[in-house]
């Protein structure tokens, strides 16, 4: 009685599943958005503010500002910084690197979102940290399947992460997503297999590849929200919500 309990919980009926594909769409489309205004020049709070205006133009909501006293539409972080930015006035420069996070509600069903890119011209180095986080995140939702466990989505990220070479961010997790933007079940970045939770059908899921270039411990900078790296090295996020299909997972939030 106590699995069919936490189950019930856990998945999503099929009319709740088309909404979110909805939200995940609404999602992608702003987001492919932003990504074309992100050049040198560009500010983390002018970004924000098409995000803002483009969310509520397709009649949905952003998803953050139901954080309690957050008051943006989307979290950029800017090199060193890993989650949770606030976006400011911050100008981006030739070499940095952009995470930028967001999430839509559309009628009361959230969806998630994240991705890093470059500004300009990257080492070598820095395209390689951010080629290994999107293939990190492919790599974890290959694993999202029926009767699966959560512990094989996060080995898989910790697996393709750490042989690179780089630190993952065990304080911080991916989620489930629903009605509520963080549901259980909590989703690391680190793991072994066939350990966790069980995945079932319907279950819906806010993968997140959490990163850093240096060792993986962080601080919390002086605004009270943004996350950065202790040692000064680079951070990366990358994220997408899923749903978990007869077929394998379906991602919601095809930016790509």
Known sequence: MKNSNNRSKLVKTNEEIELMKI????????????????????????????????????GATPSFTSVDNYKWS??????????????????????????????????????DMAVTVGIGKLSKTTRKFLVVGREALKDAISQAKIGARIGDISA?????????????VKSLTGHGIGRYLHEQPMVPGFGQKGTGPKIFEN?????????????????????????????GSLGGLFEQTIAIAKDGPIVLTPYL
């Open 23 to 58: 939200s995940g769409r609404i999602c992608a489309e702003i987001f492919k958005e932003i990504l074309e205004n992100v050049k040198i020049g560009s500010t983390c709070l002018s970004l924000d503010k098409i995000a803002h205006s483009e969310i509520i133009k397709r």
């Open 156 to 168: 898989a990220i910790q697996q393709k992460i750490e042989t690179a070479g780089y630190s993952i």
């Open 74 to 111: 989307i979290c950029t972080t800017v090199n060193d910084q890993v989650v949770h930015g606030i976006p400011n006035e911050r100008i981006l420069k030739d070499g940095d690197i952009l995470g930028i996070d967001m999430g839509v509600s559309y009628k009361d069903y959230h969806s």
């Open 203 to 231: 279950m819906t899921l806010a993968i997140e590849v959490i990163y850093n270039q240096g060792s993986g411990n962080v601080v919390l900078e002086k605004d009270g929200w943004t996350i950065r790296s202790e040692d």
